[in-house]
């Protein structure tokens, strides 16, 4: 199982970008993803989720209505497009692949929010 995340660096606040988490060695579409965020001496947190076929989505308080999650499986890369981003929302931004008991982490890719 392998996850190349991409899309992280610095941006302003109000600024945006888009995170991408593309996958291989499982059968991706099969699986329900997400994308966690960790901040330093924070807990991980679950940013936003899509089940395997993209029907349903959820998130979490904090990024409703600026966050968006979306997948494409033939591509078998899930997004986060991060909009009217706060420095709150700097963070280790993490993809997550999980089926039943299974469940597999990327890297993670650093997002900082700053002037």
Request: charged residues 15%.
């Amino acid at each position: 199982v392998q996850f190349v995340e991409s899309g992280g660096g610095l941006v302003q606040p109000g600024g945006s970008l888009t995170l991408s988490c593309t996958a291989s060695g499982f059968t991706f579409s099969r699986y329900d993803m997400s994308w966690h965020r960790q901040a330093p001496g924070k807990e991980r947190e679950l940013v936003a989720a899509i089940t395997s076929l993209g029907g349903s989505t959820n998130y979490a308080d904090s990024v409703k209505g600026r966050f968006t999650i979306s997948r494409d499986n033939a591509k078998k890369t899930v997004y986060l497009q991060m909009n009217s981003l706060k420095p709150e929302d700097t963070a280790v931004y993490y993809c997550n692949a999980r089926r039943v008991s299974l469940s597999f982490w990327g890297q993670g890719t650093q997002v900082t929010v700053s002037s």
